[in-house]
């Protein structure tokens, strides 16, 4: 069964750190760029970052230079680093790699308040 699982979300103050997780039991997960996404309450699930199959990384402007999007091909990883967090970035996070999308797992909230 193919499933994404998030984790690694919480509550955090704002110019903190997270490092979210995705672990995707799919077959062949080096070959597939792989996609963070968001979505805040009452907004659309936006693109957040990718990388490739290279590694080549792309970031939306509101995360670059904050967030580091990094994967492990061994642990059918991918990894979203976010330095810098600010109350804007809460939302939940979710993982999916390039289309055709595989179901969406569940999430992981990111909460950033004082």
């Known amino acids: 069964q193919v499933q994404l699982v998030e984790s690694g979300g919480g509550l955090v103050q704002p110019g903190g750190s997270l490092r979210l997780s995705c672990a995707a039991s799919?077959?062949?997960?080096?070959?597939?760029?792989m996609i963070w996404y968001r979505q805040a309450p009452g907004k659309e699930r936006e693109w957040v970052a990718h990388?490739?199959?290279?590694?080549?990384?792309s970031y939306a402007n509101s995360v670059k230079g904050r967030f580091t999007i990094s994967r492990d091909n061994a642990k059918n990883t991918v990894y979203l680093q976010m330095n810098s967090l600010k109350p804007e970035d809460t939302a939940v996070y979710y993982c999916?790699?390039?289309?055709?999308?595989?179901?969406w797992g569940q999430g992981t909230q990111v909460t950033v308040s004082s």
């Open positions: 999916n790699k390039q289309a055709p999308l595989l179901q």
């Open positions: 799919i077959s062949a997960f080096s070959i597939y760029t």
């Open positions: 990388i490739t199959t290279f590694g080549t990384t």
